[in-house]
């Protein structure tokens, strides 16, 4: 089955504590993305990634860190989260980067920094 | 650069009757505009998009979207509600050379009351 598969689901943390999202696509998917979902904010991109070792900033990458060596494989790295990262994740993909292409959504995690 | 505002952070439709999502857009360059729709627990799916072809597109479960150019609009709607639309629905637009970033309103949740 084609999919975006995320983890862990839930995730609870202490400040400071780094930690990594793991979000894998078995779909040969060059494009890959990581946003962030904030209640009234809507979907905000974080980081993402045209094709294997090229990546680039989204909108609000501050606290965060990605790469991608494989193509299959996009993890999103907080290597000391703060509150304010309290948020629901998703990671996302799509066949080509280019803008009219749809794209493939992970189910969510959802990350709590205490 | 390129934005989207959809009017009504809440949308409470009874069982049967029409549903109607607002969505309108700003962009610098022609736009390709998208519905996604997140139903509790989940990613988002792809119900429909605007790629310049036809000004009335048509996507799953029985909804449509038109794009107005003259309105910098991409309204959604559905002739008639299902429990199952109870759901949170997102309006995003993309355009070169954004190169698969898409940008999201903040979505409007839908309940449908029987």
């Known amino acids: 089955e084609a999919q975006v598969t995320q983890n862990p689901r839930y995730l609870i943390t202490v400040t400071g504590k780094k930690l990594t999202v793991t979000c894998s696509q078995n779909?040969?998917?060059?494009?890959m993305s990581w946003y962030r979902q904030d209640p009234g904010l809507g979907l905000r991109q974080i980081y993402y990634?045209?094709?294997?070792?090229?990546?680039d900033k989204g909108d609000v990458p501050e606290g965060y860190k990605v790469s991608r060596k494989e193509k299959r494989n996009f993890p999103l790295i907080l290597e000391s989260p703060s509150p304010n990262q309290t948020s629901l994740y998703f990671c996302?993909?799509?066949?080509?980067?280019?803008?009219?292409?749809?794209?493939?959504f992970g189910s969510g995690t959802q990350l709590s920094v205490l | 650069a390129q934005s989207v505002t959809q009017l009504g952070s809440h949308v409470s439709v009874s069982e049967g009757a029409l549903v109607l999502l607002r969505c309108n857009y700003s962009?610098?360059?022609?736009?390709?505009l998208f519905w996604y729709v997140q139903y509790p627990n989940q990613g988002l799916q792809l119900l429909l998009k605007?790629?310049?072809?036809?000004?009335l597109v048509k996507g799953i479960n029985g909804f449509e979207a038109e794009f107005k150019k003259s309105e910098t609009s991409f309204h959604l709607t559905k002739p008639s509600a299902h429990m199952s639309d109870a759901a949170e629905y997102f309006c995003?637009?993309?355009?070169?050379?954004?190169?698969?970033?898409?940008?999201f309103g903040a979505g409007t949740q839908v309940v449908v009351t029987p």
């Open positions: 962009s610098s360059v022609p736009p390709y």
């Open positions: 995003a637009v993309s355009g070169a050379p954004s190169r698969g970033k898409l940008q």
């Open positions: 996302a993909s799509s066949l080509r980067p280019a803008p009219n292409e749809k794209l493939f």
């Open positions: 990634s045209m094709n294997v070792e090229v990546t």
């Open positions: 605007y790629t310049s072809a036809a000004t």
């Open positions: 779909m040969n998917h060059e494009y």
